[in-house]
């Protein structure tokens, strides 16, 4: 690294770090004003930053490989709410600090219903998939 691209990494701006070359190639290419390159700047390490923040909610998370909910067989389960599932899925729950309990025998895509969930609140949430056996 370069002693630029260290004092970069020091002060958090990571993503600008590991990309400087591309910038400043970027910024005599468009013949940017110092005011439009730190914009540039800015913005992309705020997109970086999400896409961290995005991984790492994703990881620690643990919700895992899971098939998603347009491959989920409706006709299956006898009897579902699949507006109450959307709405599940659409994070309607959330407004009203709600829970949500899913309730069936083995088999029914309780899990998969869950795993959906969580994958769609991981961007703005902290979360952990835990699934829970009752004996």
Do not use: C
């Not at 899971?66 to 699949?82: G, N, S, Y």
């Amino acid at each position: 690294m370069t002693p630029l691209a260290d004092q970069l990494h020091k002060l958090g701006l990571r993503h600008t770090a590991e990309n400087i070359d591309d910038i400043l190639a970027l910024a005599i290419k468009r013949k940017l004003a110092p005011s439009a390159l730190l914009e540039y700047v800015a913005e992309q390490e705020s997109k970086a930053r999400a896409a961290r923040g995005l991984e790492h909610r994703t990881k620690k998370s643990r919700i895992g490989r899971f098939k998603p909910i347009a491959d989920f067989d409706w006709a299956w389960p006898k009897r579902v709410d699949r507006d109450a599932v959307e709405s599940a899925l659409h994070l309607d729950f959330l407004d009203g600090a709600r829970n949500i309990i899913l309730v069936g025998n083995q088999g029914l895509g309780k899990t998969m219903i869950a795993q959906n969930i969580a994958h769609q609140a991981r961007s703005s949430l902290r979360l952990e998939y835990t699934p829970v056996a009752y004996p």
